[in-house]
C-alpha cells in the first residue's frame, strides 16, 4: 500500500506543479507526510480580496482510500479566513474531508472545492459555537464527528 500511496501522491504533485489551478499553489511539499498549499478566491469577494490563505495537508498511508487531514494554518502575514464553517483553529467543517470523501478526489479537487466554498461566502463571521469548540477541539479535525446542517453558505 505505501508504494500506491507514494506514487499517487507524486502523481498528484507533479500536475499541482505543473498545471495548477488559478489561485491555487503549491507552498511546501518536501515529503509524502505534509504538505502546504496556498489558496487566493479569484473573485471580487470583499472579505478575502487582495488575501492568500494556507492548507496543511496531512496524508496517511491509506491514501487516498482514507482522507487526508486538511485544516488552514497561520503564518507571518497569512490567516485563518473567516467563514461560518470554518474554525479560528482552523477546522474545517466540510462534508469532503470527512463522511463526502472519495479516492477520486484529489489534492487539488480538495483545494478547488475550499476555494470554492470561500467564495461562495457571504458572511464575515466564525461558526457559532467556534469558542467552545476550539476550547474542546481534538488536535486532527478527522476526530471531529461534524454536523452537516447548513449548505447556504
Known amino acids: ?16 506543479k505543473s498545471n495548477p489551478a488559478v489561485g491555487i499553489s503549491v507552498f511546501q511539499a518536501d ?9 487566493k478566491v479569484m473573485d471580487d469577494n470583499p472579505i478575502y480580496v487582495g ?4 492548507l ?31 474554525y479560528s483553529n482552523g477546522h474545517i ?4 474531508l470527512g463522511s463526502g470523501w472519495s ?9 478547488m472545492s475550499i476555494q470554492s466554498m470561500l467564495a461562495g461566502n457571504d458572511r464575515n463571521e466564525r461558526p457559532p459555537d467556534d469558542a467552545r469548540y476550539v476550547a474542546h477541539a481534538p488536535i486532527s479535525p478527522k476526530n471531529t464527528r ?6 447556504s453558505v
Request: a negative charge; glycine letters at 6%.
Open 1 to 16: 500500500m505505501i508504494g500506491g500511496f507514494t506514487k499517487r501522491l507524486g502523481r498528484e504533485l507533479n500536475d499541482l
Open 31 to 39: 515529503d509524502f507526510r505534509i504538505w502546504l498549499i496556498d489558496i
Open 51 to 54: 488575501k492568500k490563505f494556507r
Open 56 to 86: 496543511q495537508f496531512r496524508f496517511a498511508p491509506t491514501y487516498p482510500i482514507e482522507a487526508p487531514e486538511v485544516q488552514f494554518v497561520a503564518s507571518y502575514g497569512i490567516e485563518i479566513p473567516m467563514h461560518p464553517h470554518i
Open 93 to 96: 467543517c466540510l462534508d469532503v
Open 103 to 111: 479516492p477520486v478526489q484529489t489534492v487539488a479537487s480538495v483545494s
Open 146 to 151: 461534524f454536523v452537516y446542517h447548513d449548505d
